[in-house]
């Protein structure tokens, strides 16, 4: 029975979780780990599962979320104590404006934000839900999505403004 | 990107969609699906294996601790008040056991019980006796000198009327000349 109920809540939202998650991470691995993961959680809690599918997703892309938060922050401790930082990307200066290089000035920039903002950004504007069923999915008031939207639109605008003016100054060189 | 971005949501949100790393790659690889399908039934099993130790386990606990909670209520009496905790009771607050009455032992609470039971004629000729005698004097140094009557005639009908019993007082007077009143009350009921 539980294992029939996990089975149907898996064909149902995995999907959705890879594509949130994917949005999320900006790598099909990590996606897929993470998915993986939120759903064994799932298949391991105690108690009964949720009992309807829109409780079933809510506690799902919450899961999601927070083992993002979790994975982010055990990357910043491993960079925190390698040797040598990362390389800096220069990925596309002097290029020409591609979709390339469109996708991945947007996964940097979506990067700076905190998982939850994130989250709740890439919900509305990448997957059409409005505030009330971000809300739902994330625990949150619509007043704090609604909170939460408007300032991850300013972090990013800011954060493509000066990527943008980096990548003029550069042209110019 | 060399664009100006404006402030304006919906180039935000066209940038966004233009950069969505889930536009080409949208869909879990079948195998891979089924590969996590297999893990995710395999993980369930697991926990529907450990399930039943885990329930006798916290079985065990609730009911060790649903007794204690009951041995503790046994022995401070909350619960199960028996005769023989009653009978326990009673001793420790009158002193004596349940049919028993020793003149030399009773409280002057039991004494006025007593006392307010018999008829009134009783009170003025048999004083009851306190239980200590060296706060109040035996039956032959106090010597009662009134008993306060309410039960009055009407003087024009010659017949008593059917009042409610009167509090009835009763005057003692020990051998230092010490006043001492007793007020029965005739509402009292053992």
């Known amino acids: ?173 | 990107m060399k664009t100006k971005l404006s402030n304006d949501n919906q180039k935000l949100r066209e940038l966004l969609r233009q950069g969505d790393p889930a536009r080409d790659e949208s869909a879990l690889d079948p195998r891979e699906v089924a590969r996590m399908r297999r893990e995710l039934l395999s993980r369930a099993a697991e926990r529907g294996r450990q399930l039943p130790f885990g329930g006798w386990r916290t079985a065990v606990v609730v009911a060790s601790l649903a007794i204690v909670v009951l041995v503790a209520l046994y022995a401070t009496d909350v619960i199960f008040p028996g005769p023989e905790h009653a009978e326990s009771a009673r001793q420790a607050t009158t002193g004596t056991p349940s049919g028993q009455s020793s003149d030399e032992d009773r409280t002057p609470e039991v004494a006025l019980n007593e006392a307010s039971e018999p008829a009134p004629e009783r009170v003025t000729e048999t004083p009851v006796q306190p239980l200590r005698a060296e706060t109040v004097p035996s039956t032959e140094q106090v010597e009662p000198i009134e008993v306060a009557r309410n039960d009055a005639t009407d003087p024009r009908t010659g017949d008593s009327p059917a009042e409610p019993p009167q509090a009835r007082t009763i005057h003692f007077t020990a051998q230092g000349g010490t006043q001492i009143i007793w007020t029965l009350d005739p509402e009292l009921e053992l």
């Open chain 1, 1 to 173: 029975m539980r294992a029939e109920r996990l089975t149907n809540l898996f064909d149902a939202h995995q999907q959705r979780l890879y594509r949130l998650a994917l949005r999320l991470t900006a790598e099909a691995e990590e996606a897929r780990d993470l998915v993986q993961e939120t759903f064994l959680r799932l298949a391991s809690q105690r108690g009964a599962l949720p009992a309807t599918d829109s409780h079933a997703e809510g506690w799902l892309v919450k899961t999601l979320v927070h083992l993002c938060r979790d994975r982010e922050r055990r990357l910043r401790v491993r960079r925190r104590f390698q040797t040598s930082p990362p390389p800096p990307t220069s990925d596309s200066s002097g290029t020409p404006e591609t979709r390339v290089v469109a996708r991945d000035a947007v996964q940097k920039a979506l990067a700076r934000l905190s998982p939850r903002r994130r989250a709740v950004i890439v919900l509305h504007e990448l997957d059409d839900r409005d505030t009330t069923e971000i809300g739902r999915l994330l625990g949150l008031t619509p007043v704090t999505v609604r909170w939460h939207l408007h300032a991850a639109r300013g972090d990013l605008k800011k954060i493509l403004r000066d990527k943008e003016e980096r990548d003029e100054d550069q042209a110019l060189k």
